[in-house]
């Protein structure tokens, strides 16, 4: 039997079987081949054999081969469980066998007879990267700053490549709770190279901080390093988000005369032009950009689709799943089927966009996914249609989750639907009981003024009490637009700029033509949305 050819099992019976070979041969009690069955268990957790769900008993095996060893473990075997849980969906696991690792080896070498070996499984520079990943998936930030204090005393958190780009993926996925903490740790590495460039740049990104990642990206180029494929086109997503046409132009122009090997016909590179040009507002160059490219892959199609949407351009859009094939011999995948069907929402195309929810497992092979149902139900709730959208709601093929009951929410606020959005509430009660909070947060708030739209004062002041003093706030607005290369960003509830009124002036001014403004009677409850405005308070601060 060769330990090092063994393929992953198809199922834990086989795994089962396996194992019994190797305690016949009497395998078990070494530590190399105690080592490749661990590995072989995780493995097969993780390979397509174990999509039906059968991932968690490979790794409960896994567990127990290690509780019941009877050879010495080793850091190798303590890696490989702890890399496998922390990528699983239960990473909190890993963090337990890291204790396991550190605290309680020496009663499982005490089974072997070799307890005095116990010293030798010990932490590697691995190991730790693995912990970190476990502690982000996990959500456990404390762990994970514990972990920071002792890789800074064993010298690891200065001298470690893999450690330092773990500490700073740590510390981004938790930007919130330590603020601050990214920043000084991206600071503190003395040795940078474009990977913890990359890390910190697409950290900000994901927390809605476009600007943040495009003074990163300079700070990259007036560093002299070469930016790579992630680094150009986080930079150009930064843009897209942040509305500044004038400095992905520029990087545009930088990818033609700079670049290197980084070509501006990169699928990648491409895909990221044209969702930038188009969210910038200049569809023409995106859609020149998409013309001249080389090559076509779904990535382009659907970033071009996307940008389509975003101008609520359906019909195009519709006609680009059909360009796909008929062009490129590409068939629509649900990236693509998505862009088109936010297209008819966004142009209120409810019947070509129910069509073509309805049509894309036949036309396309593409099963509808939550996100699909999503979109369909944000879609029927713009144009009003309130009761089909509960109706699509209830007969979807998986459990709607929080965004589809917010859209619904959404449009019974605009179309006065109280009775819906009462059931939409309640469900999204239910999904916070269950899931955690975080679910119905601004629910309460909506469906209070729901009730005061519709003159239901006892109703409303029943939805106040039931909050118990919470403030009710909801996520705080923010939009940013460049003008003459100055990206302003407006900001709800900060009132503190300068040129406050004239802004304010400025909103009357737009908000008086689209037919007048909301009155919202109770600054108490709703604080965000002052006496009279259906706006929040804004201010614009320049960058």
């Known amino acids: 039997m060769r330990l090092t050819q063994l393929a992953p099992c198809p199922n834990v019976p086989r795994l089962r079987a396996t194992h019994a070979v190797f305690v016949a041969h009497g395998l078990h009690r070494h530590t190399y081949a105690l080592s490749r069955l661990i590995l072989l268990a995780t493995g097969s957790a993780e390979d397509d054999g174990a999509a039906d769900g059968s991932g968690g008993d490979f790794l409960s095996y896994a567990g127990l081969l290690l509780r019941h060893a009877e050879a010495p473990p080793n850091a190798f075997i303590f890696n490989t469980l702890i890399r496998a849980y922390a990528r699983s969906p239960h990473p909190a696991a890993a963090l337990c066998f890291f204790q396991l690792m550190r605290q309680r080896h020496h009663h499982l070498l005490a089974l072997s007879g070799e307890e005095e070996q116990a010293a030798a499984v010990a932490p590697d520079h691995l190991t730790f990267p693995f912990v970190l990943h476990g502690c982000s998936a ?19 958190a200065a001298g470690d490549h893999y450690v330092q780009t773990a500490l700073l993926r740590f510390y981004v996925t938790f930007m919130e709770l330590v603020p601050g903490g990214a920043h000084n740790l991206f600071d503190e590495i003395p040795r940078r190279d474009v990977v913890h460039w990359d890390v910190l740049m697409s950290g900000y990104l994901r927390r809605g901080l476009p600007c943040e990642a495009l003074q990163l990206f ?14 150009l086109t986080t930079a150009l997503a930064a843009c897209a988000r942040a509305g500044t046409l004038r400095e992905g132009r520029w990087i545009h122009c930088y990818l033609r005369d700079n670049a290197g090997e980084l070509r501006t016909d990169d699928a990648h590179i491409c895909a990221a032009l044209v969702t930038m040009y188009a969210k910038c507002g200049s569809l023409d160059a995106a859609r020149e950009v998409f013309e001249t490219a080389p090559r076509r892959c779904r990535f382009l199609w659907s970033a071009l689709i996307g940008g389509l949407a975003v101008h609520g351009l359906a019909e195009e859009a519709v006609g680009c799943l059909r360009g796909m094939q008929e062009q490129d011999g590409l068939r629509p995948d649900g990236v693509a089927l998505l862009g088109a069907l936010s297209a008819c929402a966004h142009a209120g195309k409810a019947e070509e966009g129910r069509r073509l929810l309805a049509e894309m497992e036949a036309l396309y092979g593409v099963s509808p996914r939550h996100e699909h149902y999503a979109c369909a139900v944000d879609m029927l709730c713009k144009v009003g249609r309130l009761e089909e959208a509960v109706e699509l709601a209830r007969a979807m093929p998986m459990r709607p989750l929080a965004s589809v009951w917010g859209s619904v929410l959404a449009g019974c606020r605009a179309g006065g639907a109280v009775e819906l959005a009462e059931l939409a509430v309640a469900e999204l009660e239910k999904i916070e009981e269950e899931l955690g909070a975080g679910a119905a ?23 106040r009490k039931a909050l118990g003093g919470r403030p009710g706030r909801k996520t705080t607005g923010r ?21 406050r009124e004239r802004i304010y002036e400025t909103v ?8 007048g403004l909301l009155a919202v009677e109770d600054e108490e409850l709703c604080p965000e949305e002052g006496p009279g405005y259906l706006f929040d308070d804004m201010s614009s601060r320049s960058r």
């Not at 300079?218 to 680094?231: F, K, T």
């Open 508 to 515: 009357h001014h737009l908000l008086a033509g689209r037919g």
């Open 138 to 156: 996990a959500q456990c930030p404390s762990p994970g700053l514990q972990l920071h204090g002792l890789l800074c005393k064993n010298g690891l």
């Open 218 to 231: 300079r700070r990259l180029l007036l560093s002299g390093a070469q930016p790579d494929e992630v680094a």
């Open 479 to 499: 939009s940013e637009i460049e003008l003459d290369g100055v990206v302003s960003s407006f900001v709800s509830g900060d009132g503190e700029h300068p040129l």
């Open 441 to 463: 947060d601004g629910a309460h708030v909506q469906l209070w003024s729901i009730y005061m739209g519709a003159n239901r004062v006892e109703d409303a002041q029943r939805t």
